[in-house]
Nanobody, 117 residues
Framework: QVQVVESGGGLVQPGGSLRLSCAAS????????MGWYRQAPGKQRELVAR???????YYGDFVKGRFTISRDDAKKTVYLQMNSLKSEDTAVYLC???????????WGQGTQVTVAS
């Protein structure tokens, strides 16, 4: 069973930065599209950023150049660098691993990001 584990969340002041990490217990991360999503209380889960096996990147409209997703397949880890954080970025951030060669869609438990002064 594939496990996806997020880390790096915490409390940060508005305008600050955080770097989230997502480690996946897979044999070859290069076979997975990887994504970061977030869910705030009372709101639907939304895409933050996604990076495909070929390196194509998608961001949610609200990112507006503030976040950067990257992947290190050798380390089986995906990162989300978040800068210029706003209070509205407060949410649980979840990592998703989508197997591109067949069935397999895996989620982590999430890491809390709180932006407050």
């Amino acid at each position: 069973q594939v496990q996806v584990v997020e880390s790096g969340g915490g409390l940060v002041q508005p305008g600050g930065s955080l770097r989230l990490s997502c480690a996946a217990s897979v044999i070859t991360l290069g076979l997975y599209d990887m994504g970061w999503y977030r869910q705030a209380p009372g709101k639907q889960r939304e895409l933050v950023a996604r990076i495909t096996t070929g390196g194509t990147i998608y961001y949610g409209d609200f990112v507006k150049g503030r976040f950067t997703i990257s992947r290190d397949d050798a380390k089986k880890t995906v990162y989300l660098q978040m800068n210029s954080l706003k209070s509205e970025d407060t949410a649980v951030y979840l990592c998703n691993a989508h197997f591109t060669r067949g069935r397999g869609d895996y989620w982590g438990q999430g890491t809390q990001v709180t932006v407050a002064s």
